[in-house]
DNA sequence: ACCCAGGTGGCCC
DNA sequence: GGGCCACATGGG
């Protein structure tokens, strides 16, 4: 939790999910697969103009008619399907993804899985941000966290990818308070400061001082009295 | 001209 | 059950 604190002081309250009804989050978590949140705004911006971000209206849309919609947002054509048969599942099931959210946990996880476009990130995100369910979101600043302070060493390969990600998710939830407002926020924290520190070339820790000195991660080491060096 | 982004699923051995 | 690969746009 004092990794939770650090990131808190350094970047304050991010009131995650940026959305504006639960549906509108599950479109969001679909969109955001593999592509930047400002491109995805496009997508959602254009959806919303058009009244897709209402549950019905998108079940029942033809793809051609969301194709160009979506494309900002890259992957548009299998975004696009993803999108509509989720929404349909959603709609025929139980009229509202407030409706479906309202079920023990595991119940809703495995269903979410279970649906073709949702992976174990988005059905956390839509878990935790959408609904109010104790599920901490893992993705890959996450892992480039544990990797680099380093907390968890858990590797950059796509292999074991799921054993990888509940195994994360396992040590976050474990070590931290059950409450929703904490897990929201710590993932989100975590984003901001792998947006900003921890690309794929580890800038806080390589190039100029100025970068290191305001990385948290290194403050994160420091307060752990972890030695960091070039890698 | 590269490289990368808040992943997921399908196919091949 | 791994190890690759397609999916696609926009910004650094």
């Not at 649906?115 to 609904?131: H, K, M, Q, V, W």
């Not at 059950?178 to 901001?192: F, M, N, Q, S, T």
């Not at 305001?214 to 994160?220: D, G, L, V």
Request: charged share 25%; hydrophobic share 35%; glycine share 6%.
């Amino acid at each position: 939790m004092q990794i939770y604190n650090l990131l808190f002081e350094r970047f304050g309250k991010r009131y995650w999910w940026p959305a504006e009804t639960p549906f509108e989050v599950v479109v969001g978590a679909i969109l955001t697969q593999q592509t930047t949140w400002t491109n995805v705004e496009k997508a959602i911006r254009n959806l919303k103009e058009k009244g897709f971000l209402e549950l019905e209206l998108l079940s029942n849309a033809n793809e051609n008619e969301i194709y160009e919609l979506v494309r900002p947002a890259g992957y548009y054509r299998q975004k696009t399907k993803r999108l509509l048969g989720v929404a349909r599942y959603i709609y025929t099931n139980y009229g509202s993804i407030e409706h479906m959210l309202n079920q023990p946990t595991d119940k809703v996880r495995n269903e979410l899985l279970s649906l073709n476009g949702i992976g174990p990130e988005t059905a956390d995100s839509i878990l935790c941000y959408a609904g109010n369910h104790l599920k901490f979101v893992v993705d890959a600043y996450t892992y480039r966290l544990c990797n680099r302070i380093p907390l968890l060493q858990i590797g950059d390969g796509k292999e074991h990818a799921w054993d990888r990600y509940h195994k994360v998710q396992r040590y976050f939830e474990e070590n931290m308070p059950k409450e929703l407002e904490i897990y929201r926020e710590y993932h989100a924290l975590i984003v901001e400061c792998g947006k900003r520190f921890c690309k794929t070339k580890p800038k806080c820790l390589s190039e100029n001082n100025s970068e290191i000195e305001r990385c948290p991660i290194s403050e994160i080491c420091r307060y752990y009295d972890i030695f960091v060096h070039e890698r």
